[in-house]
């Protein structure tokens, strides 16, 4: 374990939840420094560290380590305990992991986030059409994974990668927008494992002070915002 690493991130965000569970998978200790970018001094010193302005940011030393994939990849090379592995050495097994990575970033994670972007604009702005295209999107993805998962315990296999990292935190704040079908059992299932594993449940604890601020928040699970009521 080391504390040399520091992660700029925010509990509430998945992205950053998708690192928080490598770290705690790959048994990485770092610093981590709450980010608000709703304030103006905090998000001009984080813009000045990274021009994207996304997080999370790893900083490693003098490194400057953006995106989650990358931050992934990075911690596992330099930083992971002995004998933990979320991306596979097997140059093929690899190569499916970070499909799977890039489809639940691309297809889960960026629909759910333009239904939050949606509703945290003001009623006049808000764009109809891009939602129902997220929605149809989400909903393609969904009919996706859930024949992939057939036969599979995890996104790539037999194994809790990387891609699993991406897909928890996607698919538990995508659900909030469109319910996952009954009829799609495999993918429930798959959610479900997901969300019973300790290191997601790690994840959704710290973010579970902050749900009330989630745009989505009336669409979360009680079981999820408020475990004592559920
Ligand atoms: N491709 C990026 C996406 C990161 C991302 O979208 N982060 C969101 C939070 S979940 C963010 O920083 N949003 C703030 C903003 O866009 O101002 C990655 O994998 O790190």
Known sequence: MTTALTLHYHPLSSYCQKVLIALDELG??????LLDLGDAAQRAAFLALWPTGKMPLLIDGSRVVPETSIIIEHLQRHHAAAGRVLIP??????????????????????????FTADLLR??????????????????????LIDKHMAGRSWAAGEAFTMADCAAAPALFYAVTYLPIGAEQT???????????????????????????FYPGHGGLARRFFDPEAA
């Open 89 to 114: 050495h097997e140059p093929d097994a690899a190569l499916e992991v970070r499909l799977w990575d890039r489809l639940f970033d691309q297809y889960v994670m960026t629909p759910m986030q333009a």
């Open 28 to 33: 990485i200790a770092a610093d981590l420094q």
């Open 122 to 143: 003001p009623e006049a702005k808000r764009d109809a059409l891009n939602v129902a295209q997220a929605r149809e999107r989400l909903a393609s993805t969904y009919a």
């Open 186 to 212: 495999r993918l429930n299932a798959y959610f479900e494992r997901l969300m019973a594993r300790p290191s997601v449940a790690r994840a959704v604890d710290a973010a579970r002070p902050w749900f009330r």
